[in-house]
Nanobody, 127 residues
């Protein structure tokens, strides 16, 4: 069993930055693949970024991102924490951001591959 608690959300102006954290409790955090997803009001949940258990494989929502480097996922297994650094935020990225853990250890774009989810943290980007 893994419990996930997100933090770091808030209100930011367009173009600003936020760093989300997801603290995990329970055993074997380092063996889990970790992902970030978001859901805006009235919209389906969408994938943002994922990192595999070793940190050697990272995938983003759009690997052909026209603005590379805006989002960066990382993990610190010693602290049982995964991070999402978000730069140059846009108003349309306002959503509740969730972290999730996959017992497979892989970095997956599909929410169906994740076994545990946090409660989410609200990110509001004002235009």
């Amino acid at each position: 069993q893994v419990q996930l608690v997100e933090s770091g959300g808030g209100l930011v102006q367009a173009g600003g930055s936020l760093r989300l954290s997801c603290a995990a409790s329970g055993r074997s955090f380092s063996s889990y693949g970790m992902g970030w997803f978001r859901q805006a009001p009235g919209k389906e949940r969408e994938f943002v970024a994922a990192i595999n258990w070793r940190g050697g494989r990272i995938v983003y929502r759009d690997n052909a991102d026209s603005e590379p480097g805006r989002f960066t996922i990382s993990r610190d297994n010693a602290k049982n924490t995964v991070y999402l650094q978000m730069n140059s935020l846009k108003a349309e990225e306002t959503a509740v951001y969730y972290c999730a853990a996959a017992s497979s250890g892989s970095a997956s774009r599909s929410g169906d591959d994740y076994d545990y989810w946090g409660q989410g943290t609200q990110v509001t980007v004002s235009s």
